[in-house]
């Protein structure tokens, strides 16, 4: 999995994912585009505060793409799962773009403008959709899709109409490797539901909000836990690569990045700008994850998913302290002590 990136916003700073589908009930195929519409419902609402939804994902698919169908059913199993898991959030929109034709990108972001339209707003719903497409970061975004650029990831929004999409601006990448295509769907739908428990509107050091080694990390341990559930990875080999390679997330690997980097932290925040997110947020993310379930002994389902739901109410250092059972301090220097040990050492905690 190429390391998505976790947020872009379109307020200033963003977010986050994707969804689930437990039955198609709507299919339009356009000629200038196959637009793919899939609701889910199980009949069953969230419990959750904001972002809470209609359980319903809707798939965008420019001309060009998933003319086998295979695109869309490897992206599908990876939901279908997650949300199994999870339950469903959003509305939630997942766009698989491509260059070959122009005329269905446009006509795809015009949609995704007017799923952004806001119903009591000043402006009129042409004038929303046409200051959409003029922003910046759109009008550079549908540049990447026409030169068949990767770029994308999630993305929220922080005001009503509230709503996820899971943007992949070159989807001819996925359609030839269907096990990241899962994998990246899995990825993604952890970050829908950790953002519907957070205020995103805060920063990620507010109590209000996740750190990015819980979204990161929580994130790649679930997808690839999930991928061996589902029998496509080897969880364990994958883990030991996070230390030797650092797998499909870059490199180098947790062993490299910590002879060289002496002073790392889980907590900090700043290396989204000053390189070592990967290693930090996702690979050490994803084995303080393991260490939280294989040491501390806490059930995989609450540390993936009970304790966010207890965020909003009393806040993630308290929801930590209390689903965990020690305070996020304690944690960071126990964990800081374990991760330093060899493979063989390390490794042992995942053994049954
Ligand atoms: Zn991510």
Redesign the pocket.
């Known amino acids: 999995m190429v390391m998505?990136?976790?947020m872009n916003s379109d307020t200033p700073s963003a977010i986050?994912n994707r969804l689930s589908i437990s039955s198609i009930v709507l299919a339009i195929a356009g000629s200038f585009s196959c637009s793919l519409m899939v609701i889910a419902n199980d009949g069953k609402k969230p419990k959750n505060t904001k972002g809470m939804l209609q359980p319903a994902s809707v798939l965008h698919v420019a001309e060009g793409l998933n003319s086998d169908g295979s695109l869309v059913k490897h992206y599908q199993r990876g939901l279908r799962y997650a949300t199994k898991y999870f339950g469903h959030y959003g509305p939630y929109y997942i766009y698989l773009l491509g260059p070959d034709s122009e005329k269905s990108v446009h006509t795809i972001y015009r949609q995704r403008a007017m799923s952004r339209v806001k119903l009591n707003s000043k402006l009129s719903t042409e004038q929303q959709i046409d200051s959409f497409l003029k922003r910046p970061n759109v009008a550079s975004e549908i540049k990447a899709v026409l030169s068949g650029k990767s770029e994308g990831g999630?993305t929220w929004t922080q005001e009503p109409p509230i709503l996820y999409e899971d943007v992949t601006t070159n989807a001819k990448q996925r359609e030839k490797d269907p096990i990241e295509n899962t994998w990246g769907a899995l990825?993604?739908y952890h970050?829908v539901f950790q953002m519907a428990h957070c205020d995103t509107t805060q920063k990620r050091t507010s109590d209000k909000h996740i750190n990015s080694w819980m979204?990161?990390g929580m994130?790649t341990y679930s997808s690839a836990k999930f991928m061996e559930n589902m029998g496509l990875v080897d969880f364990n080999g994958y883990m030991l690569q996070l230390r030797e390679t650092g797998g499909n997330i870059g490199r180098p690997g947790i062993n490299e990045f910590l002879a060289k980097t002496k002073g790392w932290r889980l907590e900090n925040e700043s290396y989204w700008d000053q390189g070592g997110s990967a290693q930090v947020y996702y690979m050490l993310g994803a084995w303080a994850t393991a260490y939280l379930i294989h040491v501390q002994g806490v059930e995989e389902v609450v540390v993936l998913k009970s304790w966010y739901q207890d965020i909003p109410r009393i806040g993630k250092s308290a929801a930590f302290k209390k689903h965990m059972g020690l305070s996020l301090a304690d944690f960071y220097k126990r964990f800081d002590v374990f991760i330093r040990q060899p493979d063989e050492s390390v490794m042992k905690i995942l053994e049954d």
Do not use: G, K, P, S
Request: hydrophobic share 55%; proline share 0%; glycine share 0%.
């Open positions: 998505r990136l976790v986050v999630l990825h993604e970050h979204a990161e994130a």
